[in-house]
């Protein structure tokens, strides 16, 4: 897959574009993703970054990094995508001067959107106004029940079952791997320490069973209270893995949530709970597994 930071970077040639931020690339973006590669014409998309929403000043907890979007993206099927950088003047943009900017350059014939997009100055334009600028649009329908509003709230109630459900996907964790205390193989469980991008969302603090690196892993987010600890950590502890996890990106995948973190009586209580969790994320199943 092509990615493009310009339009210029990208031949001109036909294409489906699919409009859209897609954090997350949950099921309904994947509908609009799969739409563009059905075309028959060269499948794209046209995306942003940041997210829009913080330039206007909000603050947002991203469901993925631009990096695993990308990766998500290019899985579904794009051919190329041009990462559009979103700034105040962009929002200022008249909807009819972003389409001249950022789709006829790249040869855009079709356009794929969700059926409430919109863009421009004021979100003034909308698929209506894309259609009578001459272009074949293609309305794709919501997918009732799923946003990254609600995937985000379910995160953040540790519902990682649900979320999964919605994005299509086990919920993850997406960071590099840093050096930490080193009290988990002191315990017998190294630990790898993922250091996350400040601006992605971490779901409850508590106990996951999940998996990274091909391994079932067994992963704690929060803050450590049984030694005191205040600064957020996510500590994945893989299953039957021997090796150096330093520097690496780790996508940590939540299958399901074990229990809270907690202060526990004595250290070989802790032991004996972390022993009980890799029982249980080790005949943990994935939550898309069919019944």
Known sequence: MTVARTPAELEPRPRAVALGTFDGV?????RIL??????????AVVTFDPHPRVVLGNRVELLTTLERRLELIAAAGIADVLVVPFTPELAALDPGAFVDAFLRPIGTEVVVAGADFRFGHGRAGDLGLVERLGFDVRRVPLVEGVSSTLIRSLLRAGEV???????GRAA?????????DARGGTLGFPTANVRVPPDLLVPAFGIYAGAADGHRAATSIGVNPH?????????????DYEGDLYGRRLIVELWRRLRDERVFESEADLVAQIALDVEETR???HPLTPA
């Open 172 to 180: 993850e964790v997406d960071g590099i791997v840093v050096s930490g």
């Open 227 to 239: 030694y005191g600890g205040a600064e957020l950590r996510v500590e994945a502890f893989l299953l």
């Open 26 to 30: 949950h099921v309904g973006h994947q």
């Open 161 to 167: 079952g649900r979320a999964a459900s919605l994005l």
């Open 34 to 43: 799969r739409a563009a590669v059905d075309s028959g014409l060269t499948p």
């Open 283 to 285: 005949a943990a199943q």
